[in-house]
């Protein structure tokens, strides 16, 4: 079974401009989530979509967003960025209730 | 609110020699707990959980962990440590097993 798939691995964006990061859960998975990773901060919790509806937001201001699709793959958009956007951002899906989340290798976003 | 201490930044141990990593939580009602291993530039994966039954939890690769209620605690463990098992660990709380909040991390290294 393929695992989280997550698009690109790399980024490098200027102040200013918006990006969008895309990531495939594991077949059947209909839970996707994400998490922000950095130095200072560790891993924050953003997001999280069931079956195209968001399900739980964590501390983030509006200019992270999100959406899920009925095939379950998710995209996440950030406007405006900011130097302090520069993370590793992390999606992971989730099977049935009570199972674990299996996380993708991650989109390395830089901003300039 | 839900949140996790990790009180050690690094631990340092010799193959085949005992590895113990301290995880301290707190959550309102009952806690899903778990541990996650990242290598560098890699996503976390998933190592094991608690959420109800046997206080010693097994895993993945020889690693165990004890949920201890009183003391809110979720040590991993493993008995012999190995070389390859140097890298980022990360436990992890829940109260509704969709939103997890991590603790900032221990870096492990096991010397050869």
């Known amino acids: 079974k393929a695992g989280v798939t997550q698009t690109p691995r790399y980024l490098i964006k200027t102040r200013g401009q918006q990006v969008t990061l895309s990531c495939s859960p594991i077949s059947g998975h209909r839970s996707v989530s994400w998490y922000q990773q950095t130095p200072g901060q560790g891993l924050q919790f953003l997001f999280e979509y069931f079956s195209e509806t968001q399900r739980n937001k964590g501390n983030f201001p509006g200019r992270f967003s999100g959406r899920q699709f009925s095939n379950s793959r998710s995209e996440m958009n950030v406007s405006t960025l900011e130097l302090g956007d520069s993370a590793l951002y992390l999606c992971?899906?989730?099977?049935?209730?009570?199972?674990?989340?299996?996380f993708g290798n991650g989109t390395r976003l830089t901003v300039t | 609110a839900q949140s996790v201490a990790q009180p050690e930044d690094q631990v340092n141990v010799a193959e085949g020699n005992p590895l113990t990593v301290k995880c301290t939580y707190s959550v309102s009602g009952n806690p899903y707990l778990f541990w996650y291993v990242q290598y560098p530039n890699r996503g976390l994966q998933f190592l094991l959980k608690?959420?109800?039954?046997?206080?010693l939890v097994k895993g993945s690769y020889g690693f165990e962990a004890e949920f201890n209620k009183s003391q809110t605690s979720f040590h991993l463990k493993k008995p012999s440590a190995l070389v390859s098992d140097s890298a980022l660990y990360f436990c992890a709380v829940s109260a509704n097993d969709y939103k997890l909040s991590f603790g900032a991390g221990t870096t492990v290294t096991v010397r050869a």
């Open positions: 608690y959420i109800t039954g046997d206080n």
């Open positions: 992971a899906s989730r099977g049935l209730k009570d199972s674990p989340l299996h």
